[in-house]
């Protein structure tokens, strides 16, 4: 068989791209091997690509995530076989549990190479299958196109879904087709009278209720419609936990979370008797604990679906508003003047502070802070209006990467990674691409040489006293890691600041200068 794929032919591999540039899908975060060496040839025949290589496919399948919140279109990624995936996959379950839409190729050997067991052998549609809404095996170079336009329709259906395409060499190799078209992208579903009612009814009846929020409902459309129904009715106002994506700070309506902590998400749900859900589920702890309950709300309280997380909220939150009559309620919007810089000691209150005076406008931020930033809404609340992206599967170093991808889809906005530096060393890799792209992405790394969040969780699962052993497992020195050093390593200058005024000169230098820049924050 003569490997094809001369200048002469379209391959396989370049019907593909072509059809993902035609279809709008034109950044490709990157990572390949040889059974993707045709895509890789491909990208110089085909105008209009961005490909973007990440070091670990970490980084890869994060910042395909962090791209799709903040462009609101899928990317796609390019893995190598099974093991490739795998790397990415802790990603894509964060992606998934995101709502954020990726078109995957996953490189495979050529058909007829995989009855020989070669190493790089596996079963990649059981390896993909939990993660993706969609999967497909291209069965011949003539079937790319289409089996690509149906991925990317896949990725966009309403909020995102993971779509992932697996690429035998040589259906990348062999004769292809032209492009072919994407079909038009789903639209959310409308919510319907009956819901609506519902939750009106709910808020007249004047019994204690609350809305909350996830989802495109946080947004500052969305929000705006949710303060006026909620100054009109008198009910409360919450967002989940972790949420993909949040518009806050001045002017904005501004809105808590219900907390991580178990006991506190009892106290702050508690005596509710309604809780209206906008995309959002009745809400659950994090983990299991000895003695503590799963679900959070008291056990009296009813949920409503408003709607659901595919569904259109913001019709759906017009139309409550007007069911309730709250059209001309003015919406409690943040009007307070950002905060004072913190001076003294570095503390997590002081480091929120001095968050909140200095976040630039329109800036994102990406959150991995787990314990340091786990205050850091409050002292933000009145900022300059900004995005805020968070965490939403659990599975840390999606920081770093969420970052670089959001600084890819908006290069005109600052990111700021807030991140902690256990969470950080899974996926550092992604400094060395924001180096290589010029992504303005200032990283604030909490350096506490800790995994901190679990010396607590140690003690909240009931394991009893850590000994030495034990302890040594949540801790991060003996050697201390030296964050500037592997910024530096990587092209991202940054230095490293151990009071409060030195972190506000090298925050303040971080944002005024375009870039990638690493603050190392020693408490
Ligand atoms: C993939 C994955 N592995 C392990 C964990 C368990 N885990 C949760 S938080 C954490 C440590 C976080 O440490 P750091 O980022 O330094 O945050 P700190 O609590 O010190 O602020 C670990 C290991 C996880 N959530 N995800
Ligand atoms: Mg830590």
Same mark, same amino acid.
């Given at each position: 068989?003569?490997?094809?794929?001369?200048?002469?032919?379209? =391959?396989?591999?370049?019907?593909?791209?072509?059809?993902?540039?035609?279809?709008?899908?034109?950044?490709?975060?990157? =990572?390949?091997?040889? !059974?993707?060496?045709?895509?890789? %040839?491909?990208?110089?025949?085909?105008?209009?690509?961005?490909?973007?290589?990440?070091?670990?496919?970490? #980084? &890869?399948?994060?910042? %395909?995530?962090?791209?799709?919140?903040? !462009?609101?279109?899928?990317?796609?990624?390019?893995?190598?076989?099974?093991?490739?995936?795998? =790397?990415?996959?802790?990603?894509?379950?964060?992606?998934?549990?995101?709502?954020?839409?990726?078109?995957?190729? &996953?490189?495979?050997?050529?058909?007829?190479?995989? +009855?020989?067991?070669?190493?790089?052998?596996?079963?990649?549609?059981?390896? @993909?299958?939990?993660?993706?809404?969609?999967? /497909?095996?291209?069965?011949?170079?003539? !079937?790319?196109?289409?089996?690509?336009?149906?991925?990317?329709?896949?990725?966009?259906?309403? $909020?995102? +879904?993971?779509?992932?395409?697996?690429?035998? %060499?040589?259906?990348?190799?062999?004769?292809?087709?032209?492009?072919?078209? @994407?079909?038009?992208?789903?639209?959310? %579903?409308?919510?319907?009278?009956?819901?609506?009612?519902?939750?009106? /009814?709910?808020?007249?009846?004047?019994?204690?209720?609350?809305l909350?929020l996830?989802?495109?409902a946080l947004r500052a459309d969305g929000l705006a419609l949710a303060g006026q129904i909620c100054a009109?009715?008198?009910?409360?106002l919450?967002a989940?936990? !972790?949420?993909?994506?949040t518009q806050r700070g001045r002017g904005r309506v501004a809105l808590e979370?219900? $907390?991580? @902590?178990?006991?506190?998400?009892?106290?702050?749900?508690?005596?509710? /008797?309604?809780?209206?859900?906008?995309?959002?589920?009745?809400?659950?702890?994090?983990?299991?604990?000895?003695?503590?309950?799963?679900?959070?709300?008291?056990?009296?309280?009813?949920?409503?679906?408003?709607?659901?997380?595919?569904?259109?909220?913001?019709?759906?939150l017009?139309?409550?508003?007007?069911?309730?009559?709250?059209?001309?309620?003015p919406a409690p919007v943040v009007n307070?003047?950002?905060? *004072?810089?913190?001076?003294?000691?570095?503390?997590?209150?002081?480091?929120?502070?001095?968050?909140?005076?200095?976040?630039?406008?329109?800036?994102?931020?990406?959150?991995?802070?787990?314990?340091?930033?786990?205050?850091?809404?409050?002292?933000?609340q009145?900022?300059?209006?900004?995005?805020? *992206?968070?965490?939403?599967?659990?599975?840390?170093?999606?920081?770093?990467? #969420?970052?670089?991808?959001?600084?890819?889809?908006? $290069?005109?906005?600052?990111?700021?990674?807030?991140?902690?530096?256990?969470?950080?060393?899974?996926? *550092? +890799?992604?400094?060395?691409?924001?180096?290589?792209?010029?992504?303005?992405?200032?990283?604030?790394?909490?350096?506490?040489?800790?995994?901190?969040?679990?010396?607590?969780?140690?003690?909240?699962?009931?394991?009893?006293?850590?000994?030495?052993?034990?302890?040594?497992?949540?801790?991060?020195?003996?050697?201390?890691?030296?964050?500037?050093?592997?910024?530096?390593?990587?092209?991202?200058?940054?230095?490293?600041?151990?009071?409060?005024?030195?972190?506000?000169?090298?925050?303040?230098?971080?944002?005024?200068? $375009?870039?990638?820049?690493?603050?190392?924050?020693?408490?």
């Amino acid at each position: 068989m003569g490997a094809k794929g001369g200048d002469d032919i379209v =391959n396989g591999a370049e019907s593909l791209v072509r059809t993902l540039v035609e279809g709008g899908v034109d950044v490709c975060f990157a =990572n390949p091997g040889t !059974s993707e060496m045709h895509f890789v %040839a491909a990208l110089d025949r085909v105008d209009g690509m961005r490909c973007v290589l990440g070091l670990f496919e970490g #980084v &890869v399948s994060g910042a %395909a995530d962090g791209y799709y919140r903040m !462009s609101e279109g899928p990317a796609a990624t390019l893995l190598h076989l099974g093991p490739g995936y795998a =790397n990415a996959a802790a990603n894509i379950h964060n992606a998934n549990k995101a709502g954020s839409g990726m078109v995957n190729i &996953v490189g495979d050997h050529a058909t007829y190479h995989r +009855q020989y067991d070669a190493p790089l052998t596996s079963d990649i549609e059981t390896l @993909v299958r939990p993660n993706s809404h969609w999967v /497909k095996t291209s069965p011949d170079a003539k !079937s790319i196109a289409a089996d690509g336009a149906a991925a990317i329709a896949a990725a966009r259906t309403p $909020p995102g +879904q993971i779509a992932t395409l697996i690429l035998p %060499a040589d259906t990348a190799w062999n004769e292809g087709t032209g492009p072919v078209a @994407v079909p038009p992208a789903a639209k959310r %579903a409308a919510v319907g009278s009956g819901p609506v009612e519902e939750a009106a /009814k709910v808020l007249r009846s004047g019994e204690p209720a609350m809305l909350l929020l996830t989802g495109r409902a946080l947004r500052a459309d969305g929000l705006a419609l949710a303060g006026q129904i909620c100054a009109k009715t008198g009910a409360r106002l919450m967002a989940q936990g !972790s949420n993909a994506r949040t518009q806050r700070g001045r002017g904005r309506v501004a809105l808590e979370r219900v $907390p991580y @902590v178990v006991d506190q998400a009892l106290k702050v749900l508690d005596g509710l /008797k309604h809780i209206i859900l906008v995309g959002s589920r009745m809400p659950v702890a994090f983990f299991a604990y000895p003695d503590k309950p799963s679900l959070l709300h008291p056990k009296d309280c009813q949920g409503h679906v408003l709607c659901t997380l595919e569904e259109e909220p913001i019709g759906a939150l017009e139309a409550l508003a007007e069911a309730v009559g709250a059209q001309r309620t003015p919406a409690p919007v943040v009007n307070e003047l950002a905060p *004072l810089l913190a001076t003294g000691k570095i503390e997590p209150m002081a480091l929120g502070q001095s968050l909140g005076a200095l976040l630039p406008e329109n800036a994102i931020v990406v959150d991995e802070a787990v314990t340091t930033g786990r205050g850091f809404f409050a002292p933000t609340q009145a900022a300059a209006p900004h995005d805020w *992206l968070s965490n939403m599967g659990g599975s840390i170093g999606m920081g770093l990467p #969420v970052a670089t991808g959001a600084a890819v889809a908006c $290069p005109d906005r600052k990111v700021v990674c807030l991140e902690g530096d256990g969470s950080g060393m899974y996926t *550092l +890799q992604a400094l060395w691409t924001q180096a290589r792209e010029g992504l303005d992405v200032t990283t604030l790394l909490f350096s506490n040489r800790t995994y901190q969040i679990l010396k607590g969780e140690l003690a909240n699962v009931g394991a009893g006293n850590p000994g030495r052993k034990a302890l040594d497992m949540l801790d991060l020195s003996r050697p201390d890691l030296d964050w500037v050093g592997l910024a530096k390593a990587m092209g991202v200058p940054g230095a490293k600041v151990t009071t409060m005024e030195e972190f506000n000169r090298r925050l303040g230098e971080g944002l005024a200068t $375009p870039g990638p820049y690493l603050v190392e924050v020693e408490f």
